[in-house]
């Protein structure tokens, strides 16, 4: 993908990768919203997503909104992550009380 930098670290003398922010589902993404990142920034991103619990869970709601929060929180967007990260909150709080009833 010649002509592209990394949307995290802003490289582009390395190889760039597209990445799903959302994830996937056996090797399909589950939102089309993709960002190039460079193979360093894309494995770092999947190391954040193993140590946060958010790998392999597939359409998870909660996992999902989560795993863009994070995408968001390291393009700097602290704001969008926030809400994000309160979203999936209260998405996982009404799954919470509805299992309860």
Do not use: K, T, Y
């Not at 958010?54 to 992550?81: E, H, I, K």
């Amino acid at each position: 993908m010649s002509g592209s930098s990394c949307a995290r670290c802003c490289e582009s003398g390395c190889g760039i990768e597209w990445h799903h922010p959302s994830g996937r589902v056996r090797g399909h993404p589950i939102h089309p919203f993709c960002a190039p990142l460079c193979v360093p920034c894309h494995i770092s991103e999947h190391r954040i997503w193993a140590r946060a619990g958010l790998n392999g869970r597939g359409l998870d709601p909660v996992v999902v909104v989560r795993r863009f929060a994070v995408f968001c929180g390291l393009q700097g967007l602290d704001d969008l992550a926030d809400a994000l990260s309160d979203l999936a909150d209260d998405v996982a709080a009404q799954r919470m009380v509805g299992a309860a009833a």
